[in-house]
């Protein structure tokens, strides 16, 4: 069974700029969480995605947002990057609402 | 507020010595209570979970942790470690009905030879 993946696994963009990150659950999960592990702070909770829906978010600024479609992928956006936007960006899921959720590889974003 | 805490930010062990990695919890139920492990550059990987019964609890990678209600802990350990458990390890908290899990700051462990 497929783990939850992530795409593209490196990502370079200039100040200023939008970053898309994309991501698979696990089949039959239909929660999709999102975390920001920047350099020295730790998990970040981003967003919660469920059943399409944003169920809840994180302490980010606007300019974070996502959506998820109808086969339970997801995509983050990251709109006028900002040097303090690198960082890991990992993608998990779980069944609706549930107590475990699985975490994807990360997609290294570095903003130059 | 629901937090997790790993006090210690960094240990180190020799190969072959017995670990303990440390978590506290504040929260006024019993929470589900995990354990993730990340090596460098990768993903969190589930190392195993709490949600009731037997108190101690196996997972993978010959890791076990242990539920104590009394002083709200669930701490890691692992009876000989390896040079391969060198990682980051993750305390974690959630409960049911969803909502998102809380992650405690992580501690780093070191392997040396």
């Known amino acids: 069974e497929a783990g939850v993946t992530q795409s593209p696994t490196h990502l370079i963009k200039t100040r200023g700029q939008q970053a898309t990150l994309r991501c698979s659950p696990i089949?039959?999960?239909?929660?999709v969480y999102w975390y920001q592990q920047a350099l020295g702070l730790g998990l970040q909770f981003l967003l919660w995605y469920d059943e399409g829906e944003e169920r809840n978010r994180g302490n980010f600024p606007p300019r974070f947002s996502g959506r998820q479609f109808p086969n339970y992928s997801s995509e983050l956006n990251v709109n006028a990057l900002e040097l303090e936007d690198s960082a890991l960006y990992l993608c998990a899921s779980s069944y609706s609402q549930g107590n475990t959720i699985y975490f994807g590889e990360g997609s290294w974003l570095t903003v130059v | 507020a629901q937090s997790v805490t790993q006090p210690d930010i960094h240990i180190t062990v020799s190969e072959g010595a017995s670990l303990e990695l440390r978590c506290n919890y504040s929260?006024?139920?019993?929470?589900?209570l995990f354990w993730y492990v990340q090596s460098p550059g990768q993903g969190l990987q589930l190392l195993l979970k709490?949600?009731?019964?037997?108190?101690l609890v196996q997972g993978i990678k010959g890791f076990e942790a242990e539920f104590k209600r009394s002083q709200s802990s669930f701490n890691l350990r692992k009876p000989s470690v390896h040079w391969s458990d060198a990682a980051e390890y993750f305390c974690a908290v959630g409960w049911p009905g969803g909502f998102k899990t809380i992650f405690g700051a992580g501690t780093r462990l070191f392997v040396k030879a």
């Open positions: 089949s039959g999960h239909t929660s």
């Open positions: 929260y006024g139920a019993t929470p589900y």
């Open positions: 709490y949600f009731s019964g037997d108190t």
